[in-house]
């Protein structure tokens, strides 16, 4: 079966930086995607990765290591208003996006 | 205004109650999907589809229908709702040349008593 595991649950300081894991087994692999969701709202993109590495998007990075089936979502200079939740999704080999269930990041003044 | 829209925002129905769910966009966006968010779980796709033509159950379809009635508009249905369909649900969209980011509506609280 396809599974997606992560967190459920980080506390950090403001700041300070997080990283938050997402290890995947899935039928296939078309990318990988970080979501940000503050409660009630949508899911808005964060990253993509495709190849191995790290992409840096101002105080966020994502990693990827496809032959591990692992990525992180680094976050740094942590402000109150990243207190959300972080989904992790895999696209499989049939171009579906297959969810984790979210880590909800507290952040702490 | 909003790319991606979805009516109603709130809904508070009762078990047997048939439903319906809109979506709409103007993204111009071939690709649109309904899914369902519960607490503790991640997000779970219903329906989706590709073109006004194509229509593809998701992992949970049983007991919900769909209508593409535009490449603007997506619609879920509800026959007869029951109690464990309460849940949080999510329209979104995609364009396959930008390697198929979805982008979301602001979601449907549907409340089933």
């Known amino acids: 079966g396809q599974n997606i595991d992560q967190p459920t649950e980080m506390t950090a300081t403001e700041g300070a930086i997080v990283q938050i894991n997402c290890t995947y087994q899935?039928?296939?692999?078309?990318?990988l995607f970080w979501y940000q969701q503050h409660a009630g709202e949508a899911p808005t993109f964060l990253s993509y990765n495709v190849l191995d590495g790290l992409e840096e998007k101002g105080r966020f990075s994502s990693f990827l290591s496809r032959s591990k089936g692992y990525s992180y979502l680094l976050l740094k200079e942590l402000q109150m208003k990243d207190s959300a939740s972080y989904l992790c999704a895999v696209m499989d080999s049939n171009y579906q996006l297959i969810w984790g269930a979210g880590t909800k990041l507290i952040i702490k003044p | 205004d909003a790319d991606v829209t979805q009516t109603p925002r709130n809904r508070i129905t009762k078990t047997g109650k048939r439903i319906m769910l809109e979506c709409s966009q103007t993204k111009g966006h071939d690709r649109m999907y309904w899914y369902r968010q519960d607490p503790g779980l991640g997000l779970r796709l219903i329906y989706y589809s590709f073109d006004v033509k194509d229509i593809n159950k998701g992992e949970i379809s049983d007991g919900y229908s769909v209508s593409r009635q535009a490449q603007a508009k997506f619609s879920l249905s509800l026959e007869s709702a029951i109690p464990n369909q309460t849940a949080l649900y999510f329209c979104a969209t995609s364009d396959w040349g930008h390697y198929n980011e979805q982008f979301f509506g602001p979601g449907t609280r549907l409340t089933v008593l």
């Open positions: 899935t039928s296939g692999f078309n990318g």
